[in-house]
């Protein structure tokens, strides 16, 4: 189950704000699976960021290109489930204006949470954006990757979660 307060990675609790949950319909036709909340902007009027919202996919930059991308194909707010792998910042600085790529023990600790996301919303097809966002999906089906890039835009179908991956470069 979900945690309030998970305290899974000690240095992702200290650069937390909040934890970024994923947010949308539990019914949605698409999941979109990003890195990890970026730093975010507290004062933002409104894409103040999921390290500030609590909610995956709420930063300026990539929530809105990945919202009006799935929006461009078709795929509207209430399309759309949008989570990330990791569910807590990863700061890569001491005033954490700035974030890291998450360790791989760092999405293996959030990996039963976005499992637990999956089989929720029973999407039919996972957008993951990034190879790290690719890969934590693929580790649930016990499936390594192999040249990211080669993957990209190429439906892999995962049985085992009911649904198909859609890796998109991020």
Wanted: charged share 25%.
């Amino acid at each position: 189950p979900l945690a309030d307060n998970c305290r899974r990675c000690p240095d992702l609790v200290e650069s937390r704000e909040c934890i970024s949950w994923g947010n949308g319909p539990l019914d949605a036709t698409v999941l979109v699976v990003g890195e990890a909340p970026g730093a975010g902007d507290p004062d933002a009027d409104r894409w103040r960021g999921g390290n500030w919202t609590g909610m995956a996919y709420t930063s300026r930059h990539s929530g809105r290109r990945v919202r009006a991308l799935l929006a461009d194909a078709g795929f509207g707010p209430d399309d759309c489930y949008f989570t990330n792998a990791v569910k807590c910042f990863p700061a890569d600085d001491a005033d954490g204006t700035t974030n890291r790529e998450p360790t791989p023990a760092e999405r293996g600790n959030c990996r039963p949470y976005l499992r637990e996301e999956i089989e929720t919303v029973g999407p039919d097809a996972v957008v993951a954006t990034g190879k790290h966002a690719t890969q934590s999906v693929l580790a649930m089906v016990d499936w390594e990757l192999d040249g990211f890039l080669d993957t990209v835009l190429d439906p892999i179908p995962c049985p085992a979660l009911e649904t198909t991956l859609v890796p998109v470069l991020h």
